[in-house]
Nanobody
Framework: VQLQASGGGAVQTGGSLSLSCAASGRTFSGYTVAWFRQAPGKDREFVAAIRASGGTTHYADSVKGRFTIFRDGARKTVYLRMNSLNSEDTSVYYC??????????????????WGQGTEVTVSS
């Protein structure tokens, strides 16, 4: 599956943004879809994931309660709604998809398809 991430931009502290991850070539059916982010000079880190089975969601502690991951009914797009943004959320955000089991969904190495990244900048 090919992934296209979009929706990044610049926002002030406390603001909101929504990212989209669109699938082409096939739908997300059967795949876990996740968002990761990587800030300059830092390792890529897990942000959120939505599992194919039951649509259960998982979040990094740093974004829990502020970010929401969800998908459309056709399973062609996964979204990341980000509220109450702060400077620590500034990063390039990547979506990823794969046949990933729950115990390893925070491990970026388990995903075989990646989008190109979309940049989010939060300023005061």
């Amino acid at each position: 599956v090919q992934l296209q991430a979009s929706g990044g931009g610049a926002v002030q502290t406390g603001g909101s943004l929504s990212l989209s991850c669109a699938a082409s070539g096939r739908t997300f059916s059967g795949y876990t879809v996740a968002w990761f982010r990587q800030a300059p000079g830092k390792d890529r880190e897990f942000v959120a994931a939505i599992r194919a089975s039951g649509g259960t969601t998982h979040y990094a502690d740093s974004v829990k309660g502020r970010f929401t991951i969800f998908r459309d009914g056709a399973r062609k797009t996964v979204y990341l709604r980000m509220n109450s943004l702060n400077s620590e959320d500034t990063s390039v955000y990547y979506c990823a998809a794969g046949n990933v089991i729950q115990s390893t969904l925070r491990d970026s190495d388990k995903y075989h398809s990646w989008g190109q990244g979309t940049e989010v900048t939060v300023s005061s």
